[in-house]
């Protein structure tokens, strides 16, 4: 099943412009304890990033990201290494969709550092399971 929640950060579903990718990026959300790339996340890239993509020079560096919900102290190892799963995930799939090579993607697991809400509520902890992909100055 195809639970996966994904979000773009450009607020409109109007087209992502260059100047938009560039300064917001995209967010792609997760289920609790999965690093599944689902068929929803990949249209959303090919619908967001895809509209970009032919405007990037194959060469151009792009940073992802992977974070998880905070959790506790004894799962904070789990959970950096889900992160890193997930932007790993990701940054394969920009490989093959879009020919990327792999040496212009820098990806990083941050785990629970950087939480964008607090993990008190299921909506918090939904925004802390994320990836977020940038392009590099």
Sequence with gaps: TDNAHVIAMAKSEEAVTMKTFIREGVTLLYPHDSDIL?????ALIDRKFGQVANQLNKDVKLLIEGYSEIGTPM???YNTQLSRNRAYLVSEYLIEKYGFKNTNLAIKG?????PIST?????GQRLNRRVEIYLVK
């Design 38 to 42: 689902s068929a929803k996340s990949k």
């Design 110 to 114: 941050f785990g629970p550092d950087n």
């Design 75 to 77: 799962t904070r190892r």
């Design 119 to 123: 993990d008190r509520s299921e909506d």
